[in-house]
């Protein structure tokens, strides 16, 4: 069965084959690929090899066209620190929060920043794949996206003392977000992932999000729906259990559950939800635990949803750099050993 094809049935919940799993690898396939991670957000070309390394390293059923987190603020003429081995940090944001954000031009993904570079590199990436593996793209989700552009403090007093100001902020985010996503998706990318985790209960509000940044992401995942996305897959990061079933409403298919998140819970608030879950394994066990204690987290977590069905196997959020690569392959073995009749 290929990739999508056991993707598309598990956010069915139908049966298939087997659960998929999906690491969430970004740097970490510099290591694969005997680069180093400088390498890797030095160049849109090695990237993609990188990629493509651990793709046939650990025969991925997908990979990530990402570079970092901190593309679009660059983009917009935000200052950022190049750090070494690790990823760069916007020191700078382009906009202070007095900006008329109604009136501002969207960075164009062809000629903005390192924004074409990203797009370089789902296209490599496609040609590289083909049909064998689901190919992702990610974006900044719309409080992301704000925290980005003006930081997060400012966003947080924007917020709650000028909230017509605030919701102009998030649209221009989330029009950023959408203008990217589109053109990864335009250049071969089957979905993208909307990565938001400054949207996590334990920043806003979830009444926030539910009357403020959900109706954005909706924005995002009927647009890049319409566009012939096959899935559309948030990713916020800490105690979510609150919010994951508003995902559905707001057109997500895959909804990111971070290691941090009681699972139990998770399935008691969804209850008849169809949602799809992605994870949890904790991502820096991948770096300090060994095989055989990822295998029995793997295992405890299929055997969990094996009656639901609607799981993706994975870690909470993406993989360190520096995980260990056998670790990576037990989680991997785990998914292709389990029979069950359902995904």
């Not at 797009?119 to 593996?133: H, L, N, P, W, Y």
């Not at 709650?160 to 990318?189: S, V």
């Amino acid at each position: 069965m290929l990739a999508i094809e056991r993707l598309r049935r598990t956010i069915g919940c139908q049966p298939c084959d087997r659960p998929p799993v999906v690491p969430q690898i970004f740097a970490h396939a510099a290591r694969v690929a005997g680069r180093s991670v400088d390498d890797y957000l030095a160049s849109p070309a090695i990237a993609a090899e990188c990629q493509l390394a651990a793709w046939r390293h650990y025969g991925l059923e997908a990979v990530f066209a990402v570079l970092d987190l901190t593309v679009e603020a660059e983009a917009l003429g935000g200052t950022v620190a190049r750090r070494h081995e690790i990823y760069p940090a916007v020191i700078n944001p382009p906009f202070t929060p007095d900006r008329d954000f109604s009136r501002l031009a969207l960075p164009d993904p062809a000629t903005a920043g390192r924004m074409p570079a990203v797009i370089d590199m789902v296209t490599r990436m496609r040609a590289g794949v083909g049909d064998a593996a689901v190919l992702i793209g990610l974006v900044q989700g719309p409080m992301t996206g704000a925290v980005q552009l003006v930081g997060m403090e400012r966003t947080l007093f924007l917020a709650a003392d000028e909230p017509d100001r605030f919701l102009h902020l998030l649209n221009y985010a989330t029009g950023i977000a959408r203008a990217f996503g589109l053109a990864q998706l335009a250049a071969g990318a089957d979905m993208v992932l909307v990565f938001d985790p400054a949207a996590c209960p334990e920043i806003v509000p979830a009444g926030m999000f539910r009357e403020m940044i959900g109706p954005r992401v909706a924005q995002l995942a009927a647009a890049f729906k319409q566009a012939g996305a096959k899935a559309n897959w948030l990713h916020i990061a800490g105690q979510t259990a609150a919010i994951l079933p508003l995902y559905s409403a707001f057109g997500i298919d895959i909804g990111n559950v971070d290691y941090c998140v009681d699972i139990g819970r998770v399935q008691d608030a969804l209850r008849d939800d169809t949602l799809c879950l992605n994870g949890n394994i904790r991502p820096l066990s991948f770096v300090t635990d060994g095989a055989d204690s990822i295998r029995q987290a793997a295992d405890a977590l299929l055997a969990r949803f094996d009656g639901r069905g609607g799981f993706i196997l994975s870690s909470g959020c993406e993989i360190p750099p520096e995980a260990e690569e056998a670790n990576i392959a037990a989680m991997i073995a785990a998914a292709r050993l389990w029979r069950s009749g359902r995904c």
